[in-house]
């Protein structure tokens, strides 16, 4: 890896090398889960084209006048095609589901350069694989379910990966901030992935998947080649993740040039003439442990239901907006991209918020409780106009990703680089992958509820989204009560009142 990326040798002081691995860091990273989600997003827009209105298209040139459906794409063309439609989704969430809780045990023990890069790569393959269905003309469903489960599968090597690289580089100053405005990669590749795949949804819907395909290939061999897991790597200063006492470590130690400090408290000693050998290289911690770590379980359990109403928009908004306001394929795909829009502007606000208040669980608790009454708002009137429309997606996009944004970030690099592990960062890439896993169980679970809610009607499929957000809020309860007693504490302190 130094072969392929040198420190440059006119310098003599690591600050600025180490400024720009961070900011090569975030950009890799940022390029890397924007292609993952840019891969995902397809399937949403090609629906409404699997299976569209055909009496809009004019006669049926098969002069089979009974058959309404001759213009979609068997076997999508049944009566049954929500169902088949929530078969493929969850065919991939539920693959992704499982394997995150393995993914993350796997990315502690491996090259997270080499994990990264082969899950990019074998994620972009079966993308293709989707699309070339189109052009193979397969119409067997179990080709779509396995494609969608080996797809769900390998794209579990990307989020315990990016995450485990930022928090290696970045410690908990402004974290929120920073992972907030990185985290908009989610919608950034959401947005791409919709106009790509709007771009051809009505003229050849596999490309739609193949050319999401080759870009999630290209930038993955990228990040072979230049992505630096470690500052330890390059020469560089591990970044101090936590505030410690004097008497536990000085905090001038661990910035200082000399290097980062080894298990024994030893600093590395000329790290370009000599080679680094750590006293004692630390164990990757146990699934088990990383749930003794205080606050996972709650903020797994969080994400659950908030990544449940999130997904739920990923994979259905463009055919609620087809059916509800009578749009295009296209034009609805495009109206989508709004929500993702709105989520960028709320991961930045949750995890700004966050940092000044130090409240990372309040702060999502807010969000949630305001999304409630803005999702019943935007299904009652939200497509009373394109200018209502348009709001309304912006806002119920930043309320429902903001929490999720913020948890799958900055919450999971907090747990991660705990102060009970005592400095041991082999812990960050298994925390990351319980805590997104857990959010994934949710992630399969809202489309495949709004797939058997939706034949009732779309009104039921909202008041399961409000539903699912209160419980989100809920079960932070016990950790916003912890915060605000420490912020009560300081303040009844100052104004001479005595704690017990």
């Known amino acids: 890896l130094r072969q392929l990326i040198p420190v440059p040798q006119t310098l003599t002081s690591p600050l600025p090398s180490s400024r720009s691995y961070r900011g090569l860091t975030l950009v890799l990273t940022f390029l890397s889960y924007t292609s993952y989600h840019l891969s995902r997003k397809p399937i949403s827009i090609v629906k409404s084209q699997l299976h569209p209105n055909c009496s809009t ?38 693959a992704y589901a499982i394997g995150m809780f393995i993914s993350g045990i796997f990315g502690e023990r491996l090259p997270l350069r080499y994990y990264l890069s082969g899950g990019m790569v074998l994620s972009g393959l079966f993308t293709a694989l989707f699309g070339l269905g189109y052009f193979w003309n397969i119409h067997v469903l179990w080709y779509f379910i396995v494609v969608q489960v080996c797809n769900g599968l390998v794209q579990t090597t990307g989020w315990p990966a990016v995450v485990a690289c930022v928090g290696n580089w970045f410690g908990k100053g402004k974290r929120g ?61 591990p970044p101090l993740h936590h505030v410690m006492t004097t008497s536990e470590k000085d905090p001038e130690a661990v910035t200082s040039n000399e290097g980062p400090l080894s298990l024994s408290g ?64 296209k034009e609805a795909g495009d109206l989508s991209t709004l929500f993702d829009v709105g989520g960028i502007l709320g991961g930045i606000f949750a995890g700004l918020i966050s940092d000044y208040t130090g409240g990372r669980a309040t702060t999502c608790c807010v969000m949630l409780v305001v999304a409630a009454p803005m999702l019943f708002l935007y299904n009652h009137v939200g497509q009373n106009g394109i200018g209502t429309s348009i709001a309304m997606l912006i806002i119920c996009g930043a309320l429902v990703n903001g929490p999720y944004a913020l948890i799958t970030t900055a919450v999971s690099a907090d747990l991660g680089t705990h102060e009970s592990l005592k400095g041991n960062a ?7 992958a319980i805590i997104d896993g857990t959010g994934s169980v949710g992630a399969a679970l809202g489309p495949l509820l709004a797939g058997l809610i939706s034949p009732t009607g779309w009104n039921n499929v909202f008041y399961m989204l409000i539903a699912a957000d209160v419980l989100a809020c809920l079960l932070l309860a016990r950790v916003v009560v912890k915060e605000a007693r420490g912020w009560c504490g300081p303040m009844a302190r100052q104004r001479g009142y005595v704690i017990t």
């Open 57 to 94: 298209l004019g006669p049926n040139p098969h002069n089979d006048s009974n058959n309404t459906n001759w213009c979609s794409w068997a076997p999508f063309d049944g009566d049954n095609y929500k169902e088949l439609f929530g078969a493929l989704d969850n065919a991939f969430l539920v």
């Open 177 to 237: 901030l920073i992972m907030g405005i990185w985290n908009s990669h989610t919608s950034v590749g959401n947005i791409l992935g919709s106009l790509i795949a709007g771009a051809w949804v009505s003229s050849a819907w596999g490309l739609s998947f193949v050319v999401p395909g080759i870009i999630i290939i290209a930038v993955g061999i990228i990040c072979f080649f230049f992505l630096v897991e470690y500052p330890e790597d390059v020469d560089c200063s």
């Open 266 to 329: 030893q600093s590395s000693v000329d790290h370009s003439n000599s080679p680094k050998e750590p006293a004692e290289e630390p164990e990757a911690i146990s699934f088990l442990g990383a749930l003794r770590i205080p606050g996972v379980v709650e903020f797994s359990l969080c994400l659950l239901f908030a990544k449940l109403v999130s997904y739920t928009f990923l994979y259905w908004l463009p055919l609620y907006i087809v059916n509800v306001a009578h749009f295009g394929a």
């Open 426 to 432: 082999k812990a960050l890439s298994t925390v990351t």
